[in-house]
Every structure is written in structure tokens, then in C-alpha cells.
Nanobody, 125 residues
Framework: QVQLVEAGGGAVQPGGSLRLSCTAS????????MGWFRQAPGKEREFVAA????????NYADSVKGRFTISRDNTKNTVYLQMNSLKPEDTAVYYC??????????????????WGQGTQVTVSS
């Protein structure tokens, strides 16, 4: 079972930036896709971004395209989410997720098998 530990959340003003990180352990990191989800109060968990096992192909929710960038460093077993031009509607708990299958780009929530504990991101003036 893979373990995921997120870091980097916090409070920021609209237009600001944050970078989240997620370090994995418990299985071979470099052959699985990774992703980020978020959940705002009273709302369902929603997909934010995913990256395939190699760090090449990526997938983003329309709401974050052009503002967020997902990347990974397989030498550090870590996936990142760079968030720029943050908006109040980006406020949520952000969760790192590990893909279920090897050598694919995960796209749906069912494509992920393990979740981190979550890190709070608050965008407010």
C-alpha cells in the first residue's frame, strides 16, 4: 500500500501562488501516474490535475488550465502542484492521489487507489 504525505498548503491572497508537494512511499513510484484532487466545504471531491508515470502527458480540470502545473520528480518520489493566479474559488482541501495502474495517465477518480491526508489552501483577501 502506498503512503502519501502532502505539504505546502496555506493562506494566500487572490492572484498569489502556492506550490504543493506530495511524497510517496511503499511502492515503486516511477511507474504509476499521480494526481491532485480538491474538496471545498459542502462539495464533492473534484479532479484537479494528473500526470503520467514519466512526467510527460498531463491532464487538467478546465477550471485550472493555464494557472496550475503538475509535475513530478521520480528521483525524489515526489509530485508537485504549482498553483498561480489563485482565486477565492480555489479554496479547498487538496489531496494527492496515487494511480491504480502502471504506465498510464489516470483520468477518473476510480483510476486512483490511495490518498494523502490533505492540505488546506485558502485564498482570501
Amino acid at each position: 500500500q502506498v503512503q502519501l504525505v502532502e505539504a505546502g498548503g496555506g493562506a494566500v491572497q487572490p492572484g498569489g501562488s502556492l506550490r504543493l508537494s506530495c511524497t510517496a512511499s511503499g511502492r515503486t513510484f516511477s511507474i504509476y501516474g499521480m494526481g491532485w484532487f480538491r474538496q471545498a466545504p459542502g462539495k464533492e471531491r473534484e479532479f484537479v490535475a494528473a500526470v503520467d508515470w514519466s512526467g510527460g502527458p498531463t491532464n487538467y480540470a478546465d477550471s485550472v488550465k493555464g494557472r496550475f502545473t503538475i509535475s513530478r520528480d521520480n528521483t525524489k518520489n515526489t509530485v508537485y502542484l504549482q498553483m498561480n493566479s489563485l482565486k477565492p474559488e480555489d479554496t479547498a482541501v487538496y489531496y494527492c492521489a496515487a494511480g491504480r495502474s502502471t504506465f498510464v495517465l489516470p483520468r477518473r477518480i476510480t483510476d486512483f487507489t490511495s490518498w494523502g491526508q490533505g492540505t488546506q489552501v485558502t485564498v482570501s483577501s
